[in-house]
């Protein structure tokens, strides 16, 4: 039997949702439909509800996959999340979802949404790369795509041509203050969108009074978001098939921990997430950096030294020897100088505990997920600390061995000749530099260099970092990753 209102029944009491399925409206819509968003925000704002009640029944919209938006309306938008861990699993099943949406089929449905009154929050959870943004600057990307949305009659196909013609009709409609919402793993990323939305909006022509509507009623919260939730597999289904006793076709796997720190900028309202364990804070600016430098960035240097060593597992790769030291190391040595972290944490135990949970190989997460969209990733898990700790005299050495990785990792061969997948947006570009420079290392890290979207020139410009990166990536050639962190650690 397959999940659904009817199908709860043979549900275990425990695992059945805190809220009563389809009886919250709706006061949210999100935007990405994936794993990470029903593993955490849909969490959060379930416990929310059920703990301070509210009309914040979440509208999910999947801009392109249609298969989770099938799986879901079949479900009734019900949905499992899974806890694993080496201590046992949890299942629960999630009722905060009012609705869900298939953008590229029915944008209109979308815009609508946005400009209806009874929504006052906006989130998303889109990846990186669909800001359509330069990663090294920040500044929008108008590629054929999505000037067309911004400019054109046409449908909507972009993120940033939904959020911008969605907040159109919302000035038109006038229908009060919304928050928009990043959840995505991006530098200050409430103000990476608040840049998106004014880049957007001047592009397209939008007319002053839109203009002056968005300054007066929209804010854009940064927060920072965690939880490691891997992509769903069918041995995943399985295993939550025997737990629930039914079939759940959109359930997700995550490990046990999550945390969620939020700007409180909310002029239409929110659910009181604070009940649900998220922090309101005024600015969630050094728990972002925290996270994006000593988890993210570690995640990107296990995900790159892994898979070069032909380890499938995130947590088979950190049991590789020297590899934890050398991630120490890089939090120690470079990471926990680059930036102010929160009052009271101690970077250094922060990423010891990152560090035990990336060991959790009860989740089974892939090196290879973890790995791609490697242009957009880098900058803020990687290349600002180094910029960073350059700027106080010092030689960022770890964080060099992390960016010789990725410029391995990136032609495509781990250290057994087996071939690697390059999943990114800007693929491309990075196989059209290579081609110019594969005979040295030099030349490599020249030519990647000169992808000016990815690397601001004060990195590409300073000697000691290129150096550095030369080094290591001659190491990993010559000797791969396994000596090379053998080496390294003496
Ligand atoms: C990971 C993140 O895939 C990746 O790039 O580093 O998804 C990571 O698991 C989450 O940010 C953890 O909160």
Redesign the pocket.
């Known amino acids: 039997m397959r999940l659904s209102l009817g199908g709860l029944r043979q549900v275990p009491v425990a695992s059945r949702p805190r809220v009563r399925p389809g009886t919250v409206p709706a006061g949210i819509v999100h935007l990405g439909l994936g794993a990470?968003h029903r593993a955490h925000q849909a969490v959060y704002t379930e416990a929310a509800i059920a703990l301070a009640g509210g009309d914040w029944g979440i509208v999910g919209v999947a801009p392109r996959s249609l298969d989770v938006v099938r799986n879901l309306t079949e479900q009734d938008c019900l949905f499992s999340v899974t806890s694993l861990s080496g201590n046992g699993t949890h299942s629960e099943v999630v009722g905060a979802f009012a609705g869900v949406r298939h953008a590229a089929s029915d944008p209109d449905a979308v815009l609508d949404l946005i400009a209806s009154p009874t929504i006052r929050v906006v989130t998303l959870t889109v990846t990186e790369k669909a800001y359509q943004m330069d990663p090294a600057t920040g500044r929008l990307r108008p590629d054929p795509a999505v000037a067309a949305d911004l400019t054109g009659d046409g449908p909507p196909m972009t993120v940033p041509g939904l959020l911008v013609r969605g907040l159109i009709a919302r000035a038109a409609a006038d229908a009060g203050p919304i928050a928009l919402l990043s959840c995505d793993?991006l530098p200050s990323n409430g103000k990476r969108l608040h840049g998106l939305v004014t880049q957007a909006l001047e592009y397209g022509g939008a007319p002053a009074p839109v203009v002056d509507w968005v300054r007066d009623n929209v804010t854009f919260p940064g927060s920072m978001?965690?939880?490691?939730?891997p992509a769903t597999t069918p041995e995943t289904l399985a295993t939550v098939e025997a737990l629930l006793g039914v079939s759940d076709l959109a359930a997700v796997a995550a490990e046990p921990y999550r945390e969620w720190v939020i700007e409180d900028a909310f002029p239409g309202g929110r659910p009181a997430w604070e009940r649900a364990g998220a922090v309101l804070t005024d600015d969630a600016g050094p728990w972002e950096r925290l996270?994006l430098r000593s988890?993210?960035g570690v995640?990107?240097a296990i995900?790159y030294l892994g898979a070069l060593a032909g380890r499938d597992m995130i947590a088979e790769a950190l049991a590789i020897p020297g590899m934890r030291e050398a991630l120490r190391r890089f939090v120690a040595e470079d990471v926990a100088g680059s930036f102010q972290p929160p009052d009271g944490v101690s970077v250094i135990e922060y990423g010891d505990s990152v560090l035990e949970r990336f060991a959790n190989s009860a989740i089974r997460?892939r090196t290879i997920?973890?790995a791609?969209?490697g242009s957009q990733?880098l900058p803020q898990r990687v290349l600002h600390t180094l910029i960073d700790r350059r700027a106080t005299g010092a030689v960022p050495r770890w964080g060099a061995l992390v960016l010789a990785a990725w410029m391995r990792f990136v032609q495509g061969q781990a250290d057994d000749g087996a071939p690697l997948p390059l999943d990114d947006p800007l693929a491309e570009r990075i196989r059209t530099a290579l081609s110019e420079g594969k005979d040295s290392p030099e030349g490599v890290v020249d030519a990647l260099f000169g992808l000016t979207e990815v690397f601001p020139a004060e990195l590409v410009g300073d000697d000691a970092i290129r150096e550095l990166v030369v080094g290591w990536l001659t190491a990993l050639e010559q000797h791969g990753v396994e000596q090379t962190l053998r080496e390294a650690a003496l």
């Not at 978001?225 to 939730?229: A, T």
Request: charged content about 25%.
């Open positions: 990470f793993n978001v965690d939880r490691i939730v996270k988890l993210n995640h990107s995900a997460h997920q973890v791609m969209d990733k």
